[in-house]
């Protein structure tokens, strides 16, 4: 009779185990879509995964965007504030080498870091299945991060109904930008200043300017002078190949022209405005201004190179050539500074390099394969702590009273004290500005209570930003900010076109590779030609181009600026 009831307890012992398991395996397939209720539900009842169990957990995240020093989040301050507060924080590793080798490598091992970042390689990995879905992650764990997200839920869904990425820039409401964070035409200020601060408006004016100063100085502080050079390194090519799509007077829509009225893209990288551009470089290197390591230095000798003050004048977005600017600034010359101009081929074309509002569902970071359940939850949690408006605030302004005032309407500012320390490398690195500002989920525009979501687009940070150097070029430009020259954005509801999806193995996909290759193997060839050449290269240029598949690309392109422009203006009615 015991041995009996010993096994009938280890069979119940067996079947309850069994059913646990089968509960677990149901719960952990993350991969269903929406059920069509796209409201944020909050449960009632306290979740046993949301106890606080008193540890830490530290998880992965590799940073595809850039390169950036390697750090654990609890080492700055912000990380450590939610790190206590969530119980979790990161190890941050950054790409070091090509991205598409590195992410190549965790799609054909299948192994992958916790949170990814996989930049342009982002739709290679959801194609190999490598991220895990984030609907119901997001409704059931995350309601400030669904609040944030919500006006942009169905533009982050991919075909299948599924949500794996959170990019950064959810807008709320636009604010025009103080100083620049996007494409410009760059040129030293010490140039500008020598030659009585000429305004280049045209791209002939432009390399006038670059001619003029470097013809009567041939060398700066001892090194040979470079007066234009060029980003090619890797991905970030497109800092070169996207100027002619600036230069005719549009925003940033990747490798497509978006045509207003029809809203039907076309690619332009073998039309006239490439060709006229392609030969304004060739005659530009002809003189002996087009820097000859353009095409062979990588991103880090890119930026030394613009920090050593050789250089008179590059093509850039903000963003991306930060770190050397941001150097710059910090040092006690002003006139080692640069200054961005909305460049033009044609005066009477309006300059679009201001972005419009517009959101980005990719890249960002998600949730990879893998990942035990609780783990997903537990970062959820954290990201959704990051959505918190409270907390939005600490990430882009700080801590009230350290580094940064409130007054008695509410209004936010910073004393002329708080803008010189936040502004400060070491200072952002060391309080987690630096890590923390983009990438995570983030707000644009303003907040729920009228301040800018970015301190430089409050007025009354704006307005003591400027040291007494930065006044010389305003009041010499006759403009207020450092935007002051450029022109209002023109709305886009599809913006930005480059957002959409391209499916790994598609012949747009095919076609995106073919142009980078043979756009990377060409563009020098052309640029570097004798000018008596020009012809017979761009020729064979557009004869290797027209068997590609552009038009594959071009209808892809078409589909989502339609679709998202449905979609967008349907739901502001």
Not at 251 to 268: Q, S
Not at 298 to 304: G, H, I, R, V
Request: glycine residues 8%; hydrophobic residues 35%; charged residues 30%.
């Amino acid at each position: 009779m015991g041995w009996k009831k010993n096994t009938w307890l280890l069979s119940l012992l067996a079947a309850l185990l069994l059913l646990l398991a089968a509960c677990s395996d149901d719960s952990e397939e993350t991969g269903s879509t929406d059920s069509g209720d796209d409201s944020s539900e909050e449960s009632s009842n306290e979740e046993s995964d949301s106890e606080d169990d008193g540890e830490i957990y530290t998880y992965d995240f590799f940073d595809a965007s850039g390169p950036g020093e390697d750090i654990n989040t609890a080492e700055t301050t912000l990380g450590k504030m939610f790190e206590e507060e969530t119980g979790v924080n990161f190890d941050i590793e950054h790409i070091v080498g090509d991205v598409n080798q590195k992410i190549g490598t965790m799609i054909a091992s299948g192994e992958y870091p916790t949170l990814l970042n996989a930049e342009q390689s982002t739709d290679a990995v959801i194609d190999a299945g490598g991220f895990v879905p984030l609907n119901d992650l997001i409704k059931e764990h995350a309601p400030n991060l669904y609040k944030m997200y919500e006006p942009y839920w169905e533009l982050m869904k991919r075909d299948d109904g599924n949500i794996y990425v959170i990019s950064s820039g959810a807008p709320h409401g636009y604010r025009k930008p103080a100083n620049l964070n996007q494409g410009a035409w760059w040129i030293k200020r010490d140039v500008l200043k020598e030659l009585g601060y000429p305004e280049p408006k045209t791209l002939d004016d432009y390399f006038n300017i670059i001619e003029e100063y470097a013809s009567e100085n041939p060398q700066i502080d001892g090194a040979d002078t470079i007066g234009f050079t060029a980003l090619t390194h890797d991905w970030r090519f497109f800092a070169l190949s996207n100027q002619p799509m600036h230069l005719a007077g549009y925003p940033n829509d990747g490798g497509a022209l978006i045509d207003m009225e029809t809203r039907e893209a076309e690619v332009y990288n073998d039309k006239d405005i490439t060709k006229r551009w392609l030969q304004k470089l060739n005659e530009v290197n002809d003189k002996g201004l087009f820097d000859q390591e353009a095409f062979t230095q990588n991103y880090d000798e890119y930026l030394a190179k613009i920090t050593s003050g050789r250089v008179v004048g590059f093509f850039d977005y903000r963003w991306q050539a930060a770190q050397a600017l941001n150097t710059l600034e910090e040092d006690d010359d002003p006139y080692n500074d640069y200054m961005g101009f909305p460049v033009v081929f044609d005066e009477d074309t309006k300059d679009q390099y201001l972005d419009p509002i517009g959101f980005t569902a990719s890249p960002g970071m998600g949730i990879t394969v893998g990942t035990p359940e609780e783990d997903q939850i537990r970062i959820i949690k954290y990201l959704d702590h990051i959505a918190k408006e409270e907390t939005q605030k600490l990430i882009t302004w700080g801590i009230e009273g350290e580094t940064y005032e409130v007054d008695d309407d509410g209004h936010y500012y910073r004393t002329e004290e708080q803008i010189d320390e936040t502004s400060k490398t070491e200072f952002r690195d060391e309080f987690g500005f630096s890590y923390f500002e983009w990438g995570w989920p983030r707000m644009n525009g303003e907040y729920e209570d009228g301040n800018a979501v970015e301190p430089p687009k409050q007025e009354a940070v704006a307005s003591l930003m400027y040291d007494e150097g930065d006044k010389e070029f305003l009041e010499a430009y006759e403009i207020d900010t450092f935007t002051g020259a450029f022109s209002e954005p023109d709305e886009r509801p599809w913006y930005p076109a480059y957002d959409a999806p391209i499916e790994t193995g598609s012949e747009a996909q095919l076609y995106e590779q073919q142009l980078d290759d043979l756009m990377k193997r060409k563009f020098p060839e052309i640029i570097f030609a004798n000018p008596s050449e020009f012809d017979s290269q761009w020729e064979a240029y557009t004869n290797e181009f027209s068997s590609l598949p552009y038009e594959a690309y071009e209808e892809v392109i078409t589909n989502f600026v339609q679709n998202k422009a449905a979609l967008v203006e349907g739901s502001a009615e």
